[in-house]
């Protein structure tokens, strides 16, 4: 069975690794394939069959069935030699100290943008990025901090060099949701697609 699903870059970091790891050994005759859509289509191309899940924060995505994954929050990082770092205690720095902070933000994850942008700090960006997996070797050589999930920044940190923290951002808590069309409910082969996405993911 091949199945099509809709994942942001950082999703793919966050979701595939665990997803391929179970599927080679439950169902190795299974392949996958990756697609970023914009949020707009996913719902048609769902009914359609053009995809068979989606995941992800897709709160314009309506029509569907869907099931949490995951509750998230977004926080910041920053390498831990950033001459700033001494002013980002472990509840995270106040709006004084962000605004001293210069940001890389990737233009393609609008949340991100939109934090920096309620808070006034958009002319704080001095680097728009195409995707969030160049982020940590540009962190780690520079002093630009950044905002992204806190799961995938805790396994960009597992080997230690960064600073993250949870400050108080506007819309930073979010959920990770999977969407499939209501077409497929029923489908044997999507029952245990979504059995097994649920069974790795509703645990982590």
């Known amino acids: ?30 392949s996958v394939e990756c697609h970023a859509m914009p949020h707009g289509g996913i719902a048609e191309q769902l009914d359609k069959g053009e995809l068979d899940f989606a995941f992800g924060f897709l709160p314009s995505v309506t029509g569907t069935e869907h099931v949490t994954l995951m509750e998230e929050r977004y926080v910041l990082m920053l390498r831990e030699a950033h001459p700033l770092a001494t002013l980002v205690g472990e509840g995270g720095p106040d709006l004084a100290a962000l605004a001293r902070l210069s940001f890389v933000a990737v233009r393609s994850h609008s949340d991100t943008l939109r934090m920096l942008e309620i808070l006034g700090l958009r002319e704080r960006i001095k680097l728009f ?31 230690g060099g960064y600073i993250v923290v949870a400050p108080q951002l ?3 808590d979010f959920t990770v949701s999977l969407h499939w069309s209501r077409r497929q409910h029923s489908d044997p082969s999507h029952i245990w697609m979504r059995q097994l996405i649920c069974g790795i993911f509703n645990s982590t």
């Open 170 to 172: 506007p819309l930073r």
């Open 129 to 159: 990025a195409s995707n969030f997996l160049a982020l940590p070797a540009i962190v780690r050589a520079t002093d630009l901090a950044v905002i992204m999930p806190s799961q995938i920044a805790t396994e960009f940190n597992a080997g």
């Open 1 to 30: 069975r091949h199945y099509r699903m809709h994942m942001s870059d950082i999703g793919e970091a966050r979701f595939l690794p665990a997803l391929m790891a179970a599927l080679q050994v439950q169902a190795p005759g299974t």
